[in-house]
């Protein structure tokens, strides 16, 4: 048990709190799901991009998925060996290209035709040759939230199925790049296996018709999405997951990649608010609290739920109410229509399942300097990220700077 009301007065509010053991537990099921075949778990660091998460995957042997030069650093930063990190993203610019493939990292995930000749050039620039995979939309409907669907043609991922193959040719014949893999994603929050397993499918048939060229990869890279449990939702077992997508791999000696990201992170966070006061306007009840969407987004831009638990002493019957940020943004709610029952303020409370895409889609919306974050780790806290304070806040503005 995480005692969030020590760690709210040693740290102040508002406060992420993330369990690590929690975490490695996530990381290690899904390890073990895949025992028997050669597998890499490469964390996808855009769900919590914090320095020491990312350290805390790296000492269990996770590899990373990153989608921006930044992230590779931060994965080089933690620990993470090269020849287990990974580079997607559909806008890779000259500069990140270059450096990734400097780094001689595990491969770039390629995701248009386009992009495939920029990296082949710097590739020949630099006198070297590029590992690439080329990430497959197999234009399947993961049936998840539309923000969060990354694998019909309508949306912006990959590259449709034939041109994978083109490209796959060319990069077979160039002296420049050195074709490992081959990706999919369809989608973030799946708690249907259907659609990944029709997606490996698909997949995996492109690789057999490659094979009859010649082209022999090596990565069978599945990437993230497994949904986990917010509310009241049947997620899929990383057993059941293995079982499906190793099931499509039948006569192919691949090495099996996957990308979680929110798998790993989301149940062990806890973004911890403090109640500033409670108002009433007509019928409509609000508890307002310090925490606002500039530093958990996920309510206000997706509408998504998250459990919220008031630690309070109160005896008295719940009643509905919204609970909301200060930021001047009718869109800065926690949720709305929630059963709380009638709190004071100082009291906190604790919104669950938020140590993923939480602290790392934050912002300095109304000049509010972004939340400190603290790991619990073997019953023992430390604090990862201070708080921002005003300094931090001004510290770039450059007509401003002290000389
Ligand atoms: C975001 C992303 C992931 C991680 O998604 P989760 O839903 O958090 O598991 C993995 N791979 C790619 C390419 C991504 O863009």
Do not use: W
């Not at 040759?129 to 993961?142: F, G, Q």
């Not at 889609?361 to 019953?379: D, F, I, K, L, Q």
Request: aromatic share 10%.
């Amino acid at each position: 048990m995480i005692d969030f009301k020590a760690l709210a007065k040693e740290y102040g509010t508002p406060l992420y709190v993330y369990d690590f053991d929690y975490m490695s537990a996530q990381y290690t099921k899904l390890k073990e799901a895949f025992r028997g075949r050669k597998s890499i778990v490469a964390y996808a660091v855009k769900a919590n991009s914090n320095l020491s998460v990312i350290k805390h995957f790296a000492k269990m042997g996770s590899g990373a998925d990153c989608v921006s030069i930044g992230e590779v650093r931060r994965a080089f930063m933690a620990g993470i060996p090269a020849y287990k990190i990974i580079f997607s993203g559909v806008g890779k610019s000259d500069e990140e290209i270059r450096e990734a493939i400097e780094k001689d990292i595990l491969y770039i995930n390629v995701e248009s035709d386009a992009e495939l000749q920029r990296v082949e050039a710097i590739a020949r620039e630099l006198d070297t040759k590029a590992r690439i995979s080329i990430r497959v939309n197999p234009n399947i409907d993961p049936q998840t939230h539309p923000y969060i669907s990354t694998g019909l043609h309508d949306n912006k991922f990959g590259v449709d199925l034939s041109t994978a193959k083109r490209m796959y040719i060319q990069a077979n014949n160039s002296d420049n790049l050195d074709p490992v893999g081959i990706h999919f994603h369809i989608g973030s929050q799946l708690t249907q296996l259907q659609p990944i397993r029709e997606a490996a499918e698909i997949v995996a048939d492109l690789i057999r018709s490659l094979e009859a060229l010649d082209i022999e990869l090596k990565f069978f890279d599945v990437g993230g999405g497994l949904g986990i449990k917010y509310d009241d939702e049947v997620t899929i077992e990383p057993y059941d997951y293995a079982q499906a997508i190793l099931g499509t791999l039948t006569g192919l000696d691949l090495t099996i990649l996957c990308e979680p990201g929110r798998f790993l992170t989301a149940n062990a966070g806890y973004f911890v608010t403090k109640v500033l006061y409670e108002k009433q306007n007509g019928e409509k009840k609000f508890v307002v609290v310090d925490g606002a969407m500039n530093d958990l987004l996920r309510p206000s831009l997706y509408g998504a739920y998250h459990e919220i638990e008031a630690l309070s002493d109160s005896k008295e019957e719940p009643r509905e109410v919204d609970i909301v940020g200060p930021v001047c943004e009718s869109g800065d709610f926690f949720a709305k229509d929630y059963a709380l029952p009638p709190l004071k303020g100082g009291e906190l409370l604790v919104i669950k399942s938020a140590g993923a895409y939480g602290f790392g889609m934050g912002s300095n919306y109304n000049t509010r300097g972004r939340s400190a974050e603290v790991a619990v780790e073997n019953s023992q806290e430390r604090l990862i990220r201070r708080r921002e304070n005003f300094e931090d806040l001004i510290a770039l503005e450059t007509e401003f700077l002290e000389d």
